[in-house]
C-alpha cells in the first residue's frame, strides 16, 4: 500500500500537502468564484477547509484589487 492511501502512515492523505500562507499556483485555466484564473496564476492559502480539500486563496491583480477565491485542492499546486 502507498502512503496516500495508508491511513496508519504518517504522510496520509488527510493532512493537507499545502498549509495556510503558503504560497500556491493554479495548476490550470479554470473559472472561480466569477473570476478567470490562467494556469500559473499564484496567491497564498489564507484558510482551508475540510481537511485540505478546498483552500481560500488570496490573489493580488483581479479586478485591480486583492481578492479571495475559493479552488479545490486539485486545482492548485504548492510553489516550492
Same mark, same amino acid.
Given at each position: 500500500? @502507498?502512503? $496516500? #492511501? @495508508?491511513?496508519?502512515?504518517? $504522510?496520509?492523505? %488527510? ?6 500562507? @503558503?504560497?500556491?499556483? &493554479?495548476?490550470?485555466? $479554470? /473559472?472561480? @468564484? =466569477?473570476? +478567470?484564473? %490562467? +494556469?500559473?496564476?499564484?496567491?497564498? &492559502?489564507?484558510? *482551508?477547509?475540510?481537511? =485540505?480539500?478546498?483552500?481560500?486563496? /488570496? *490573489? &493580488?491583480? $483581479?479586478? =485591480? =484589487? #486583492? ?8 486545482? *492548485?499546486?504548492?510553489?516550492?
Amino acid at each position: 500500500m @502507498d502512503t $496516500l #492511501t @495508508d491511513p496508519s502512515s504518517s $504522510l496520509a492523505a %488527510s493532512e493537507p500537502m499545502v498549509a495556510e500562507f @503558503d504560497e500556491v499556483r &493554479v495548476a490550470y485555466g $479554470l /473559472e472561480a @468564484d =466569477g473570476y +478567470r484564473l %490562467s +494556469r500559473g496564476t499564484r496567491g497564498t &492559502v489564507v484558510a *482551508i477547509y475540510g481537511g =485540505g480539500a478546498a483552500f481560500a486563496v /488570496e *490573489i &493580488v491583480g $483581479l479586478s =485591480g =484589487g #486583492t481578492e479571495v477565491v475559493t479552488l479545490r485542492a486539485e486545482q *492548485i499546486e504548492p510553489v516550492r
